[in-house]
């Protein structure tokens, strides 16, 4: 029995301390996460609020909670439409003739000209500023990566014997593909969903920041350091709090990304 990574072990705490702060967000806060209160603006850390409050008086601990379902929101939507376009396309492109393959992976090269930010303001501008907005077009921004990942996987499971026989006994290429080379990459989209994941929660706090992704009065995190930068001398803790909650959800995903590779990837394990 191989020995769990620390990577996905410390991966794993944090992404699980972040969901469940999100679904506990749902049933309980220190206060609502939305009311405003002009007498105790600027509040600083104590019993009573524990990380203080904004300029306009709201909890910023039951801002920071209520933030982080929305950030696990827009992560988990974006990485669905993400999969659900870039799997099969990767697929495809592993199964198909030399030309039509060069044509997906030079649309999808395409592609990767726009990162999920400029694409994101992109929508923004077009569509106006929302969290479906945000999620769509961060899910777009990373179908190339899921199409190259898991046309590389699949390249690999095409050549093994039992795909090479199928095929030699008339099986046609749907079948192939449900039965024989979708659940073989399967890890592979695990990895690269974590990973997505990561880029997810940093690209919905730029576009709040920016003023692109979910609008208030809807909690953010991004939002919050945009909210905070007037006060960057004068009550710094409003800009460090949420900045501690997005780098730590990044670096817990990256982890667990990180872990998951290591422990799915033989040649990984083979070279240790």
């Not at 979910?214 to 939002?223: A, D, E, I």
């Amino acid at each position: 029995m191989r020995r769990l990574n620390p990577s996905l072990v410390v991966g794993g705490v944090i992404v699980a301390v972040i969901v469940l702060m999100a679904l506990l967000s749902f049933v309980w806060t220190p206060y609502d996460a939305t009311l405003v209160n002009p007498s105790g603006r600027l509040a600083s850390p104590s019993w009573e609020h524990w990380f203080g409050t904004d300029k306009f008086g709201r909890d910023v601990l039951s801002q920071i909670m209520v933030g982080s379902r929305t950030t696990l929101f827009v992560g988990v939507v974006a990485v669905g439409v993400a999969a659900v376009i870039g799997v099969p396309l990767g697929v495809l492109a592993a199964m198909t003739p030399r030309w039509p393959s060069e044509l997906i992976m030079r649309t999808n090269d395409l592609m990767l000209a726009f990162p999920a930010l400029l694409l994101a303001i992109m929508f923004g501008a077009v569509f106006g500023a929302s969290t479906l907005t945000a999620m769509v077009a961060i899910g777009v921004a990373s179908v190339p990566s899921f199409a190259r990942v898991i046309r590389s996987g699949a390249l690999q499971v095409m050549r093994t014997e039992y795909v090479l026989a199928a095929r030699a006994a008339g099986r046609k290429p749907l079948p192939i593909a449900a039965r024989h080379v979708l659940p073989n990459v399967t890890s592979l989209i695990t990895v690269q969903a974590s990973v997505s994941f990561a880029i997810a929660v940093l690209a919905e706090a730029a576009l709040s920041f920016l003023g692109y992704g979910t609008p208030p009065p809807t909690p953010s995190w991004g939002r919050m350091l945009q909210e905070s930068q007037e006060f960057l001398f004068s009550a710094p803790r409003l800009a460090v709090f949420p900045g501690i909650a997005i780098a730590v959800a990044v670096l817990g995903f990256n982890l667990l990304g990180d872990g998951l590779r290591d422990r799915f990837d033989p040649k990984l394990e083979d070279r240790r």
